[in-house]
């Protein structure tokens, strides 16, 4: 009897190794695990009963074109859409022997923190299924934290891997932008896009991260990594330092709770041998949400004009070309995407071009400086990684600017292109609560150190409790 | 900062987006609330400060021009809404 609740990855691997289990059998646990928990809490909108490799089962977001398994991005606009080609990640996945469970539910188009903009309805998070599972990819958090998956990719552009990670209690990595190839996922902003690991182990992440990362001749934003992905190992943080940005003591919309799991976290790094510093990242806090909100929806507009009903996915009954083409945009995309090309729109348009988009392009470059001076002197800035536990479905839906103020936190060291990993610390009013490590471009080996070795000392039980 | 109805469909038109009235009136606010948000980036004086398009310092990586494979035309038409032999056909244009 396999307990998906509990097997990490590398412990599946174990057994397979040993040929304790069989691939199948594995893959079926899943399967399995699935049709029993699945049905309440939405992360799937396809499964894939029979394994496709003869290795450790994977979930993957569905923004990751999959060759011959239905691709829709969370969008109307995409229903029926069937890849003919493998994005370069899932290619990867492939190749290294992993077996596909599924398309896990997202945000459409990757735009929102709690898959409620899904056009096929929100997922739900598996410590209480009333409440948000975080988002984007609140599908593959949930699958992992609830044990249909051992492991998953997700898509981060401001926050949609680390948010969903804290939200549903397990580990989640957005890479150094330009490590993990964009080719064949769904595109949001272009400049921000990111694909990374979640799991329940730091060193599962890191696993995950080898497989993925790397070069790819097919998409010419990535870069070699400079040095091997090393399994993290050990117990110590002698000689780590560790940055607080001064400005999180004063930011209101961190709830008490989380403040109290996240000093909590801090006190444990100092008895770990940490030397937890202070650094300042004032424009950060203050410009980085609205900078986002220009470059973003800016980037979205553009990359959303090839959804014209000519090639492929939805296309609206008109009785003329245009016709068609704004029928066809009007019906197939959901709010959300349309308020951002809207916005993004706007914001590229004549007469607004320079004070919108290309001030905020600017407001960047100060953001990557600030960064820089803030990792001067230390291994890792640190914060929560969401000001708020998981909140209840609708709780802030109506509302797109209290949606977007949950990335707050996550969204200026995206801005950065800098790796962010967030980890469990803790529990707040019974749901999980993320602490934020963020480290310099290519820092993604000493982000997994001291995640790994704060793991092992908080030991965070990361099922959740009303599945134990 | 308050966006009118008149520009929220302008903007429409350049995004190709047949937005209805209840659309146009809810985005008129929507936007509004938005813009007022983002707009404290015009705070800042950046005329000494260069854009940054991308987080990395590339360099450029040259390839071997090497043809491959591309995609069969039944691959290039498989989601293709209506086909017309090697061609995708849509409704007529400029009417």
Known sequence: ?468 | MAISKEEVLHVARLARLALTEEEVERLTEELGAILDAVSVVGELDLSDVPPTSHPLDLVNVWDEDEPRASLSLDDVFANAPERDGDHFRVPPVGT
């Open chain 1, 1 to 468: 009897m396999i307990d998906t609740l509990r097997l990490t990855a590398e412990d599946a691997r174990g057994l397979l190794e040993r040929r304790e289990i069989s691939a199948a059998e594995l893959h079926g646990a899943y399967v399995e695990a699935i049709a029993e928990r699945d049905g309440e809490l939405q992360c799937y909108l396809r499964t894939c009963e029979e394994p496709s490799g003869e290795g450790i089962p994977i979930a993957l977001k569905d923004v990751i074109s999959t060759k011959g398994i239905e691709t829709t991005a969370g969008s109307r606009i995409l229903s029926g859409y069937t890849p003919v080609f493998d994005a370069t990640v899932a290619a990867r996945v492939k190749a290294a022997g992993l077996s596909v469970l599924g398309k896990t539910n997202t945000d459409e188009f990757a735009m929102g923190s709690s898959t409620e903009n899904s056009a096929w309805g929100p997922s739900r998070n598996p410590w209480d299924p009333v409440r948000v599972p975080g988002g984007s990819g609140g599908g593959t958090a949930a699958a992992v934290s609830a044990g249909l998956a051992p492991w998953g990719l997700g898509s981060d552009t401001g926050g949609s891997i680390k948010q969903p990670s804290a939200l549903c209690g397990n580990v989640g990595l957005r890479p150094t932008y330009g490590t993990v190839s964009r080719y064949g996922v769904v595109a949001f902003a272009s400049s921000l896009d990111q694909v990374g690991p979640v799991a329940k182990t730091v060193r599962d992440v890191a696993l995950l991260y080898a497989i993925i990362s790397g070069r790819d001749p097919l998409d010419s934003t990535t870069a070699e990594l400079p040095e091997a992905v090393a399994l993290p190992e050990g117990d110590s943080l002698a000689g780590v330092r560790l940055a607080v940005p001064k400005q999180v003591a004063d930011l209101d919309a961190i709830e008490p709770g989380v403040r109290a799991a996240f000093e909590s976290a801090l006190e444990t790094a100092r008895e770990l041998g940490a030397e937890v510093g202070e650094c300042d990242l004032p424009l950060s806090y203050r410009y980085g949400m609205p900078c986002y909100y220009l470059v973003a929806p800016a980037e979205a507009s553009s990359n959303l004009a090839r959804y014209d009903g000519v090639r492929y996915g939805l296309r609206s009954v008109a009785g003329s070309y245009d016709e068609m083409v704004e029928k066809t945009r009007d019906e197939g995309f959901g709010a959300e995407p349309k308020r951002r090309i809207m916005l993004g729109t706007y914001a590229l348009s004549a007469g607004y071009y320079d004070a919108f988009y290309g001030q905020a392009q600017r407001v960047r470059t100060l953001l990557v400086r600030e960064h820089r001076d803030a990792l001067e002197g230390f291994d890792a800035i640190v914060t929560p990684t969401s000001p708020t536990v998981a909140f209840p479905i609708g709780d802030k839906a109506a509302d797109p600017l209290a949606m977007y103020a949950c990335d707050l936190l996550t969204i200026p060291s995206c801005l950065a292109g800098l790796p962010g990993l967030s980890i469990p610390c803790g529990l707040s009013e019974g749901l999980p609560v993320g602490l934020q490590l963020i480290g310099p471009q290519f820092g993604e080996n000493g982000l997994f150190r001291v995640g790994h070795a704060l793991e092992q000392a908080l030991e965070f039980d990361i099922v959740p409790e009303r599945l134990r």
